[in-house]
T-cell receptor, first 118, second 117 residues
Framework: DADVTQTPRNRITKTGKRIMLECSQTKGHDRMYWYRQDPGLGLRLIYY???????NKGEISDGYSVSRQAQAKFSLSLESAIPNQTALYFCATSDPNGGGRTITDTQYFGPGTRLTVL | AQTVTQSQPEMSVQEAETVTLSCTYD???????LFWYKQPPSRQMILVIR??????QNATENRFSVNFQKAAKSFSLKISDSQLGDAAMYFC??????????????FGQGTILTVHP
């Protein structure tokens, strides 16, 4: 089973709709991240969370909100979707201490969610 | 703020040959890590290699190696004996391990690598 999962994998929605993207992990990492990928721009950080009570804005947080329900779950919401939020969204996790199969401060990514806003 | 630049939008290589992907970065932090990630058509982000800034020795991982030039802030990826399965988008990224931007990973724009049989 995948260590970092994202649901849904693909989603098409309409302008103005509320959308939630979910991320779950079984890696036991405290740190979780949300990124969006656009052609020619690479991945850009939306929000990140170093533990359940610590949530921080990234470089492009406008129009997004997040919820860290538990150590293993980190959700991204678009309150009122707009077409320029059409992108590929990734969740990632990391551990500052490493150990086992985890490399210190290395981010491990989920499979991504392709979101299209019409 | 840190920036990462990949100046080659696309590169191509013949199977079994060697190719080098370029990356430059800019950070004011002294403690940082550098990464190369691979994104095949499946869109999964896969870690290729990692380099700690404090290490002078270049990281290697099987057919993948880096040329880390700290003073020039350059971090290129060399793929030897290229295989068809190496075809993907490659992203360079920089992680701040200290300072006010601690914990943030900044990505370059990506380089699409095509491998010809």
């Amino acid at each position: 089973d995948a260590d970092v999962t994202q649901t849904p994998r693909n989603r098409i929605t309409k302008t103005g709709k509320r959308i939630m993207l979910e991320c779950s992990q079984t890696k036991g990492h405290d740190r979780m991240y949300w990124y969006r990928q656009d052609p020619g721009l690479g991945l850009r950080l939306i929000y990140y969370s170093f533990d359940v009570k610590d949530i921080n804005k990234g470089e492009i947080s406008d129009g997004y909100s997040v919820s860290r329900q538990a150590q293993a779950k980190f959700s991204l919401s678009l309150e009122s979707a707009i077409p320029n939020q059409t992108a590929l969204y990734f969740c990632a996790t990391s551990d500052p201490n490493g150990g086992g199969r985890t490399i210190t401060d290395t981010q491990y990514f989920g499979p991504g969610t392709r979101l299209t806003v019409l | 703020a840190q920036t990462v630049t990949q100046s080659q939008p696309e590169m191509s290589v013949q199977e079994a040959e060697t190719v080098t992907l370029s990356c430059t970065y800019d950070t004011s932090e002294s403690d940082y890590y550098l990464f190369w990630y691979k994104q095949p058509p499946s869109r999964q982000m896969i870690l290729v290699i990692r380099q700690e800034a404090y290490k002078q020795q270049n990281a290697t991982e099987n057919r993948f190696s880096v040329n880390f030039q700290k003073a020039a802030k350059s971090f290129s990826l060399k793929i030897s004996d290229s295989q068809l399965g190496d075809a993907a988008m490659y992203f360079c990224a920089e992680f701040n391990a200290g300072g006010t931007s601690y914990g943030k990973l900044t990505f370059g724009q990506g380089t699409i690598l095509t491998v010809h049989p």
